[in-house]
């Protein structure tokens, strides 16, 4: 019986009624063109969730089946060939990432194995100091945790989109509240250099919504603007109405940018 855990993370990726499992016959396939006898946590898992139509796991990197038939044998031959590092005969590949590091199982009659690393770059085999089962527990923890940054990031993706095309300005509204709504996720560095451009853009193209408009300043408003964001958002148009709306936001960025970059007078000390 698969570990708990890793089941309701598994649930959680994928609900239950939608995993897609293999049959023994597969199961034996893979033995025997691997080379390999599966570990009793890896027949259980594949048994469950082995199939390749389980997007969520095959794009993510996880090798199933029929994917994984043959990947060791060609990943054998390419390193053989470009004298490189050789995985282990009994090595059973688990993940990938980009076809450039890889985690593999050592099938040593274990039902549990160890799950080994190993980047072709470094040329260097690494143990993950994890069990197979731990290992899927740790990875399908991080594609949720992945899942839902990108759900909390979604938001500026819409705003993104807008500020290139000038479309949905109803998306637009609900990304901008979203932002609102989780200001402090959307506060680090990276993100605002980002952002604020970006809000700078969808200003420029928002045609005749008050409400938009409005929302979009209150929301500029809450992050530094530098003038550099200002004149390239204001190359986008040549219309004054949106100029002159710019010009509602300029006296502020004047200000802040005296602020922050103006050496103290005599009289600060």
């Known amino acids: 019986m698969l570990d708990k855990q890793l089941l309701e993370y598994l649930y959680q ?27 009793g946590v890896y027949k259980e898992f594949l048994t469950l969730c082995g199939s390749d139509e389980n997007k969520e796991l095959s794009n993510w990197g996880v090798y199933l089946y029929p994917s994984i038939l043959g990947q060791k044998k060609k ?4 390193s053989q060939d470009e004298g490189m590092l050789v995985l282990p005969e009994n090595s059973l ?71 290139y095309k000038g479309e949905d300005e109803e998306a637009l ?21 980002n952002l604020v451009p970006r809000l700078l853009g969808c200003l420029a193209l928002v045609k005749d919504n008050e409400r938009l408009i409005h929302a979009l300043i209150q929301l500029i408003d809450k992050y530094p603007v530098f003038d550099v964001d200002l004149r390239a958002a204001l190359d986008k148009t040549n219309s004054p109405e949106v100029r002159q709306r710019f010009g509602l936001i300029q006296s502020e960025i004047v200000k802040w940018v005296r602020k922050t970059y103006s050496p103290p007078s005599d009289s600060e000390g």
């Open 13 to 39: 990726i994928i609900p239950e009624a939608e995993l897609i499992g293999i049959g023994q016959d597969k199961i034996a396939e893979i033995e025997l063109t691997e080379e390999v006898k599966l570990p």
């Open 75 to 78: 990943l054998q031959q390419e």
């Open 93 to 163: 590949l688990i993940k990938t990432f980009q076809e450039q590091e890889h985690w593999f199982a050592i099938c040593d009659g274990s039902d549990d194995p160890e799950v080994y690393y190993v980047d072709w770059d470094d040329e260097e085999i690494k143990p993950c100091n994890l069990t197979l089962t731990g290992f899927l527990i740790k990875h399908c923890k991080k594609y949720l945790s992945a899942i839902e940054h990108s759900k909390k990031f979604a938001p500026y993706y819409v705003v993104e989109s807008f500020s």
């Open 173 to 193: 509204e609900k990304a901008i509240k979203a932002i609102e709504d989780n200001i402090e996720f959307f506060q680090d560095s990276l993100t605002v250099s």
